[in-house]
């Protein structure tokens, strides 16, 4: 899974920089990292590189627990975009129950549920998964 562009989707500045320290250190996701604090800012960002020759990131990481607009919204607005290539998921969040769980399998973007804090561990087994 070599990818070009990583977005983070998170308004933890602690997780953020913690996950950006790993991804670094991991370049097999790749080199190019975004992050945005809320869902809002990301989508914005994302309708306007639809309209340039840039790309959307291939993987997000996507906190479900944020202000202005939250995951499962960011998740419903993204589903809506004109995208043409696939886009791997990662759903973040201190913790899934069944509820949780239940619903993040309606979005088929979403390729697993990652529990907070993320790991070298946990991203080693995010990279075998999807290898």
């Not at 913690?18 to 945005?36: A, C, E, M």
């Not at 696939?86 to 619903?103: C, E, Q, W, Y």
Request: aromatic share 10%; hydrophobic share 40%.
């Amino acid at each position: 899974m070599r990818n070009k562009k990583v977005c983070i989707i998170d308004d933890d500045s602690i997780f953020v920089y913690g996950t950006k320290i790993l991804l670094n250190h991991n370049k097999s996701f790749g080199d190019d990292i975004l992050v945005f604090e809320d869902g809002r800012e990301a989508l914005d960002t994302f309708s306007a590189l639809l309209k340039s020759p840039r790309e959307i990131p291939d993987v997000i990481f996507l906190d479900l627990n944020m202000p202005i607009m939250d995951g499962w919204q960011f998740l419903d607005e993204f589903i809506k975009l004109p995208i043409q290539n696939g886009h791997t998921i990662f759903l973040i969040s201190s913790h899934f129950d069944a509820s949780l769980r239940k619903k993040a399998k309606k979005y088929k973007q979403v390729k697993a549920l990652v529990e907070k804090p993320l790991s070298e561990s946990k991203l080693q087994e995010l990279l075998h998964m999807f290898n």
